[in-house]
């Protein structure tokens, strides 16, 4: 009787541990694993699909597990800097134990593994781009002429602006977009903010802090840039407008402006069909929010 109790109870103790999977999302990935003996996987198809069974055990079971996007190079760095021998299972446990910390993760809820993993690849991008866009605002310093904090005061002015673009919008779902001209590359953000039963705003915060983060860059470097927007309600045609980074402020796109953004492939140039049932517009008055404060850095 005894037996069977402490078996019950280490059951209902599994189920009270949650677990992560770091998982190989690319065949790239997968074949710079498989230099390691101890990685027994020799198919990237056939792996994907034991990890799928695996939480689908695991969910049946009623244990919650995260997926974490494991990185074969940052996994060699981590081991480099631990003293930890990479060829063995210990040490991938150890980095995924780290990942479940610091790294893009995201709960496993009977989803198929088809729709986790570009899931979890775009949270991975996603904190990679606010990473890389905090370090460069941190890295601006102090303003010479009044010793303010540069990045600081531009990510204030971002919230405040962002906060002035929600509100003008008309009602219903927005979809957000801010690009940056950045070193060595554009930087790209996009928020999704949805409005509920009661009018209200739903935001996810981590979206919110990194498009923030973003367009705050742009302000505070004076890169060339824009902010689109559209909005989107039940019987309602969709409406697109945006502006432009001047300065520290936006100007209004026209809405030709606009169509044209819209309606140009970026990779080739090549003209795109319009939209139907989609308003290219100007955008609402921000006020005096969106105007281009005296000061400049």
Not at 50 to 66: C, D, F, I, M, P
Not at 70 to 77: K, N
Not at 253 to 276: H, K, N, Q
């Amino acid at each position: 009787m005894a037996h069977t109790d402490h078996q019950t109870m280490r059951r209902d103790l599994r189920r009270e541990i949650a677990g992560t999977i770091g998982l190989l999302t690319d065949e790239h990935d997968f074949r710079a694993m498989r230099r390691y003996r101890s990685f027994t996987f020799d198919n990237h198809t056939n792996y994907l699909q034991q990890v799928e069974a695996l939480l689908k055990t695991r969910a049946s079971q009623g244990s919650h597990t995260a997926v974490a996007l494991f990185d074969p190079q940052e996994y060699a760095e981590f081991c480099a800097d631990t003293g930890l021998d990479p060829d063995v299972q210990s040490s991938r446990t150890r980095f995924t134990a780290e990942l479940a910390t610091t790294g893009p993760v995201l709960p496993y809820e009977g989803q198929p593994l088809a729709d986790l993993v570009p899931a979890l690849v775009d949270e991975a991008v996603r904190q990679a781009t606010w990473e890389y866009a905090s370090t460069l605002l941190a890295r601006l310093g102090a303003c010479a002429s009044c010793g303010e904090d540069i990045g600081r005061a531009a990510f204030t002015r971002a919230s405040h602006l962002l906060v002035r673009i929600l509100h003008t919008a008309e009602a219903g779902n927005r979809h957000l977009v801010c690009s940056v001209s950045a070193t060595p590359e554009t930087l790209v953000s996009v928020l999704h903010a949805d409005e509920d039963d009661q009018g209200g705003i739903q935001l996810d915060e981590a979206e919110a802090l990194e498009f923030t983060t973003v367009l705050a860059l742009g302000i505070a470097t004076q890169s060339p840039g824009g902010l689109v927007i559209r909005t989107s309600a039940p019987g309602t045609t969709d409406r697109v407008y945006g502006w432009r980074l001047r300065g520290e402020g936006l100007e209004p796109l026209t809405a030709g402006e606009v169509f044209d953004a819209y309606c140009t492939d970026i990779e080739s140039g090549d003209l795109i069909s319009p939209e139907s049932d989609v308003d290219y517009c100007v955008p609402p008055d921000l006020g005096e929010e969106g105007q281009t404060p005296g000061h400049r850095h």
